[in-house]
């Protein structure tokens, strides 16, 4: 049967769609930005401890004493682990996808519940939108709204729609008919009997489907953050390429407390809206008192007015006390600085290859020096090329040209400046540990795969090298069918080079030059003799066009940057020294053993 060219269809009608209707996609992005940077801007105004106080505040009105501690306890936590900033972009970007979610989903859900052909309609489209992985939502996402929050917030609403949508009908459509019946009888309108009978009935349903629509979006985050979303999903993208156990476990914590707050108090809220639910849990807390008096205490709630004079008494002393004003108080090096940078921001994109991730951090250094204010981004190599075309990003400096990652420069060519090569040559090699013998070269794991356990550990699967390799080198060796490639990770496949190294196991992985694994292990690089890998790339700084223009300074500084291989392996084995989560401090402990480097590289 000839194959279906589904694929290029859609292709098709994404670049037909991204051309026609640009205009909307920014108007969107724009609106979307704006909603969530002012929900963040609220959240993260206040100090940590001060809004766990709020939010404890509102858990023991809608759940009593027991659950305000909890809540409390929770986001001290989260606070105590330096993660607050992150929570806060998370809850803002679930805040977005839910309202923006509710509001298209309850308007859908009713006209469903009322038409029985738009039920029928709507049925296998939401059945689609459910069962669709969510990260394929990811790709038309950065498509037409580029790397960031917005993309994420889009793939959310998609992923969260259909249980708002199908709890709205189902509560609509429980309501008696004979109530409806009455309310009609007696001459009321369509659009009364909605408002003032189906809905108010309806709403403990529907208050359901807000909670699976806030969950949902909290599955989603860590998705978001594979696209430069941030927040925890961030967070533990991050742990995930670098192998990071503890901010991994720290991360997930974190979400933890945020989902059980965000679940507890939706379905709180949803007993208070509907007169069954509340006098249902006034008899579940007498019931309770009266079996053990203690806790009484425990499940009081105050008054609504109590609880909101408590919220005001907290903003006022904040306010007050010079609480407000976000929790980051220290001064940044950015706002410190004596040079010309004057604050203005610039974006820089990685991936979490060591030379990447040296680079980038080195340049953080030198521009904060020089009075900017610089953000990293951790992306895979797919979404960081989109991001820089697409003008999200301005720069970054780990681009393996002409070679490695010719895919991404043909497609963006035409919006990208290459600012030149700042180390080169490189090369690309599949590596074995020496103490496996008889395996020299790439023709020597023909017929060996039962060695090797039939694999090939790789890293990242948008990495060009594992394109070259999937498609040209295992095929002119004849490999293919042998051995499976293991798409992974820079730091997965590390580790595991480093637990096999250890037990003195067979094993080959994907690597380059320069890399400081070959000091870190004895180990031996495969010949290529069919010269399958194609010549040394160097590695190249991209940045969106028309940023050397807007930043000459910045632009001749990176246009001029170099670096020898002594100075990059050095740098590389400081930050691995050093530990993860600090390859900004080890940069500046290198920095300071080179004395006159920075000013070399970045001159005033």
Do not use: C
């Given at each position: 049967m000839p194959k279906l060219p589904l694929g290029e269809w859609v292709d098709s009608s994404v670049d037909w769609l991204?051309?026609?209707?640009?205009?909307?996609?920014?108007?969107?992005?724009?609106?979307?930005?704006?909603?969530?940077?002012?929900?963040?801007?609220?959240?993260s105004a206040p100090q940590p401890l001060l809004f766990a106080g709020i939010l404890a505040v509102v858990a023991w009105w809608l759940r009593?004493?027991?659950?305000?501690?909890?809540?409390?306890?929770?986001?001290?936590?989260?606070?105590?682990?330096?993660?607050?900033?992150?929570?806060?972009?998370?809850?803002?970007?679930?805040?977005?996808?839910?309202?923006v979610t509710l509001v298209i989903a309850v308007p859908l859900g009713i006209w469903a519940a009322r038409s029985k052909t738009v039920s029928a309609v709507l049925r296998p489209v939401l059945d689609f939108m459910q069962t669709m992985p969510a990260m394929v939502y990811l790709i038309p996402g950065i498509i037409f709204f580029g790397v960031g929050v917005v993309p994420g917030i889009i793939a959310t609403i998609?992923?969260?729609?259909?249980?708002?949508?199908?709890?709205?009908?189902?509560?609509?459509?429980?309501?008696?008919?004979?109530?409806?019946?009455?309310?009609?009888?007696?001459?009321?309108?369509?659009?009364?009997?909605?408002?003032?009978?189906?809905?108010?009935?309806?709403?403990?349903?529907?208050?359901?489907?807000?909670n699976q629509v806030i969950m949902l979006g909290l599955s989603m985050v860590v998705i978001a953050g594979m696209v430069g979303g941030g927040g925890l999903g961030g967070a533990v993208y991050r742990a995930i390429g670098n192998v990071d156990i503890g901010l991994g476990f720290e991360a997930g914590v974190s979400i933890v407390v945020l989902a059980m707050y965000l679940d507890r108090m939706t379905g709180a809220l949803g007993r208070?809206?509907?007169?069954?639910?509340?006098?249902?849990?006034?008899?579940?807390?007498?019931?309770?008192?009266?079996k053990r008096p203690g806790a009484k205490l425990w499940a009081h709630r105050p008054q609504p007015v109590t609880a909101l004079v408590g919220v005001v008494v907290l903003a006022l002393v904040a306010g007050g006390t010079g609480f407000l004003g976000g929790s980051g108080g220290a001064?940044?090096?950015?706002?410190?600085?004596?040079?010309?940078?004057?604050?203005?921001?610039?974006?820089?994109?990685y991936i979490p290859w060591d030379e990447g991730i040296a680079s980038?951090?080195?340049?953080?250094?030198?521009?904060?020096?020089?009075?900017y204010e610089v953000e990293t981004k951790q992306l895979e190599a797919g979404a960081l090329y989109t991001?820089?075309?697409?003008?999200?990003?301005?720069?970054?400096?780990?681009?393996?040209?002409?070679?490695?990652?010719?895919?991404?420069?043909?497609?963006?060519?035409?919006?990208?400046?290459?600012?030149?090569?700042?180390?080169?040559?490189t090369s690309l090699e599949l590596s074995v540990p020496s103490y496996v013998k008889g395996v020299d070269s790439l023709a020597d794991l023909k017929g060996k795969a039962g060695q090797f356990k039939g694999r090939i550990v790789g890293i990242e699967p948008s990495a060009g090298m594992m394109g070259i390799l999937k498609d040209k080198v295992l095929k002119e060796y004849g490999l293919e069918g042998e051995y499976e490639v293991?798409?992974?990770?820079?730091?997965?496949?590390?580790?595991?080079?480093?637990?096999?190294?250890?037990?003195?196991?067979?094993?080959v992985v994907t690597l380059w030059s320069p890399h400081w694994a070959y000091a870190a292990h004895d180990l031996k690089k495969l010949d290529d003799p069919k010269g399958s890998w194609g010549k040394g790339d160097g590695v190249h700084t991209l940045a969106r066009k028309g940023f050397a223009e807007e930043n000459p300074e910045v632009g001749a500084w990176l246009k001029d940057f170099e670096l020898t291989e002594k100075q990059l392996t050095d740098l590389e084995a400081v930050i691995q020294k050093t530990g993860k989560g600090k390859e900004q401090q080890a940069v500046r402990d290198w920095l300071d053993r080179n004395p006159g480097l920075a000013e070399k590289l970045a001159p005033q």
């Amino acid at each position: 049967m000839p194959k279906l060219p589904l694929g290029e269809w859609v292709d098709s009608s994404v670049d037909w769609l991204q051309a026609q209707f640009s205009w909307l996609f920014d108007a969107v992005s724009t609106g979307v930005t704006g909603l969530y940077d002012g929900i963040d801007a609220v959240l993260s105004a206040p100090q940590p401890l001060l809004f766990a106080g709020i939010l404890a505040v509102v858990a023991w009105w809608l759940r009593g004493l027991a659950a305000g501690v909890l809540a409390f306890a929770g986001f001290a936590l989260v606070d105590s682990v330096q993660l607050w900033d992150e929570a806060m972009a998370t809850l803002s970007l679930v805040l977005v996808a839910t309202l923006v979610t509710l509001v298209i989903a309850v308007p859908l859900g009713i006209w469903a519940a009322r038409s029985k052909t738009v039920s029928a309609v709507l049925r296998p489209v939401l059945d689609f939108m459910q069962t669709m992985p969510a990260m394929v939502y990811l790709i038309p996402g950065i498509i037409f709204f580029g790397v960031g929050v917005v993309p994420g917030i889009i793939a959310t609403i998609i992923f969260a729609l259909p249980p708002g949508v199908r709890m709205t009908e189902l509560g609509i459509r429980q309501v008696d008919g004979e109530l409806v019946e009455a309310a009609e009888a007696f001459g009321t309108t369509p659009r009364n009997t909605l408002l003032r009978v189906q809905l108010p009935l309806a709403l403990p349903t529907i208050m359901a489907g807000v909670n699976q629509v806030i969950m949902l979006g909290l599955s989603m985050v860590v998705i978001a953050g594979m696209v430069g979303g941030g927040g925890l999903g961030g967070a533990v993208y991050r742990a995930i390429g670098n192998v990071d156990i503890g901010l991994g476990f720290e991360a997930g914590v974190s979400i933890v407390v945020l989902a059980m707050y965000l679940d507890r108090m939706t379905g709180a809220l949803g007993r208070q809206v509907s007169p069954l639910g509340r006098r249902a849990a006034a008899k579940a807390r007498a019931a309770l008192s009266a079996k053990r008096p203690g806790a009484k205490l425990w499940a009081h709630r105050p008054q609504p007015v109590t609880a909101l004079v408590g919220v005001v008494v907290l903003a006022l002393v904040a306010g007050g006390t010079g609480f407000l004003g976000g929790s980051g108080g220290a001064t940044s090096t950015a706002a410190s600085g004596k040079d010309g940078g004057h604050g203005k921001k610039i974006s820089v994109g990685y991936i979490p290859w060591d030379e990447g991730i040296a680079s980038t951090y080195l340049w953080k250094e030198l521009l904060e020096r020089r009075g900017y204010e610089v953000e990293t981004k951790q992306l895979e190599a797919g979404a960081l090329y989109t991001g820089l075309a697409g003008g999200q990003l301005d720069f970054q400096t780990d681009a393996w040209l002409p070679v490695t990652h010719a895919q991404y420069w043909e497609k963006y060519k035409n919006k990208l400046e290459d600012l030149g090569s700042w180390y080169g040559p490189t090369s690309l090699e599949l590596s074995v540990p020496s103490y496996v013998k008889g395996v020299d070269s790439l023709a020597d794991l023909k017929g060996k795969a039962g060695q090797f356990k039939g694999r090939i550990v790789g890293i990242e699967p948008s990495a060009g090298m594992m394109g070259i390799l999937k498609d040209k080198v295992l095929k002119e060796y004849g490999l293919e069918g042998e051995y499976e490639v293991v798409d992974g990770s820079t730091p997965g496949m590390l580790a595991e080079l480093k637990r096999a190294y250890e037990r003195k196991e067979p094993v080959v992985v994907t690597l380059w030059s320069p890399h400081w694994a070959y000091a870190a292990h004895d180990l031996k690089k495969l010949d290529d003799p069919k010269g399958s890998w194609g010549k040394g790339d160097g590695v190249h700084t991209l940045a969106r066009k028309g940023f050397a223009e807007e930043n000459p300074e910045v632009g001749a500084w990176l246009k001029d940057f170099e670096l020898t291989e002594k100075q990059l392996t050095d740098l590389e084995a400081v930050i691995q020294k050093t530990g993860k989560g600090k390859e900004q401090q080890a940069v500046r402990d290198w920095l300071d053993r080179n004395p006159g480097l920075a000013e070399k590289l970045a001159p005033q």
